[in-house]
């Protein structure tokens, strides 16, 4: 068996995302997470359900965010790497949301419409709605998906980083984080962002510009109150 046919069947991608939610759960439990600001939940509360966004490479750990009167489900790509994804995050809780985020030329190929749809109707019924910000491979730009979401569904954009002390960094496009077990963590929020419904370009463009610079914002603040480096201009 090949290895790409090897990725692609079922009983692999299950093992594999089993795997990787027992994972993430020894990551979650032996680290000594804070929060900043420490009294992040009174402030979001009041705003759900709301669409949490964060940067594509920094999203493994962001299950353990959902209390457990919380409902979420997070946007998840339709390919083989994003059905271990989904396999995950069921594991913790979390329900998929199926196809692209972008709202560019692949929008309709990678099941952009019907994945649009969807997570305005999770909204709808008060589920919380996670997904990443990034224009696709492109690292740490926002893109206008997130921003037509939220002023078609009239939701307020909460920015979430979270940060491990111990982890490894890929040298891949979205500069994937790995955290590691044993150290301390951090979960920072951004300045919460809304749209109007009759929202116009100029204002979508600015919407976009300061969800990027409060994500960015959020991640340096995040790795400098454990003294590591951001990774923004690695």
């Known amino acids: 068996m090949s290895l790409r046919k090897l990725t692609r069947s079922a009983w692999f991608q299950q093992l594999a995302g089993s795997l990787a939610a027992y994972y993430l759960r ?5 680290n000594r997470f804070t929060y900043q600001p420490a009294n992040v939940y009174d402030i979001v509360g009041p705003q759900m359900p709301m669409i949490i966004a964060f940067w594509h490479g920094q999203h493994l750990m962001m299950p353990f965010l ?6 979420a489900k997070v946007l998840v790509s339709r390919h083989a790497d994003g059905e271990i994804n989904a396999i995950a995050a069921a594991r913790l809780g979390i ?5 692209s985020g972008d709202h560019g030329s692949a929008f309709h190929r990678k099941g952009g419409v019907g994945a649009f749809k969807q997570m305005v109707r ?28 939220a002023r078609e569904s009239g939701r307020p954009i909460v920015p979430v980083v979270i940060v491990t002390s111990r982890f490894i960094r890929l040298k891949n496009w979205d500069r994937t984080v ?14 919460i962002i809304t ?3 009759d929202a116009d370009a100029a204002m979508m463009e600015d919407a976009r510009a300061q969800l990027e610079a409060s994500l ?9 109150a454990l003294g590591k480096p951001d990774g923004l201009h690695a």
């Open 26 to 30: 020894l990551v979650w439990f032996t």
């Open 66 to 71: 959902k209390r457990r009167q919380d409902r």
């Open 95 to 99: 329900g998929a949301v199926r196809g």
């Open 122 to 149: 999770t909204l709808e019924d008060g589920h919380n709605m996670a997904l990443t910000a990034d224009v696709p491979k492109v690292a740490r730009k926002a893109g206008l998906g997130i921003i037509m979401l």
């Open 178 to 191: 790995i955290q590691l077990p044993f150290g301390r963590g951090l979960i920072m929020g951004g300045d």
């Open 195 to 197: 749209v109007p419904s």
């Open 216 to 224: 960015n914002d959020a991640q340096r603040r995040a790795y400098a």
